[in-house]
């Protein structure tokens, strides 16, 4: 039979796929193997969290320059604000991105706890020789985790957004 599994857990995926479709907006690529083979194929792993983060900042900066090229140096800001001092710019980029720092490293965490538990609820026999109470309590961690990562990834984004603003002055 086939099972159409649709995730954003790198961990599970890689465990049980043997075909990957990837859907975007304009294409479909039907990819035959494994969700490693995949990412060698592409050399993009869509999944891995830390490098969608990466690429996403990346992608602001090149952004942030093409405007500050198009603005040219002497230009007023083109929304006429004044702007704050290079300093306390550069302060608050500061803080902002040791935010950023300390928010990717909350997630990371969060993502690597969620991906033990799963790993335990996948062990052979787990569910037959543990008691229900340990796997609801595991399960209610891997819940509240879950929660954590969604909170702390908008956290995250806005922070992410913030420290762009902050560097176009």
């Known amino acids: 039979g086939t099972l ?11 465990r049980l796929a043997n075909r990957i479709v ?3 907006p ?5 990819y035959g193997g494994s969700y490693e083979e995949y990412v060698h194929s592409s050399g993009d792993d869509h999944l891995d969290a830390d490098a969608v983060i990466l690429k996403a900042r990346r ?14 140096p002497g230009n007023k800001p083109r929304d006429g604000k004044v702007t704050t001092s290079e300093a306390e710019r550069r302060a608050l980029r ?8 300390e928010l990717t490293e909350r997630i990371h965490s969060a993502e690597s706890r969620i991906a033990d538990i799963d790993a335990t609820f996948c062990l052979p026999g787990y569910y037959d020789r543990t008691p229900p109470d340990e796997v ?10 879950k929660s954590d990562v ?9 922070v992410e957004r913030r420290l762009g603003d902050a560097a176009e002055g």
């Not at 992608?59 to 040219?72: H, L, N, T, V, Y």
């Not at 803080?95 to 720092?101: K, V």
């Not at 609801?136 to 985790?145: P, V």
């Open 136 to 145: 609801a309590t595991l399960d209610q961690e891997r819940t509240g985790l």
């Open 59 to 72: 992608e602001k900066r090149q952004e942030r320059q093409e405007r500050r090229q198009e603005d040219g």
């Open 94 to 101: 500061r803080r902002l991105q040791e935010r950023l720092d």
């Open 4 to 14: 159409i599994l649709v995730s954003h857990d790198r961990w599970f995926v890689s």
């Open 26 to 30: 304009g294409r479909i690529v039907d």
């Open 22 to 24: 990837e859907i975007t």
């Open 150 to 158: 969604e909170r702390l990834m908008g956290e995250w984004e806005d």
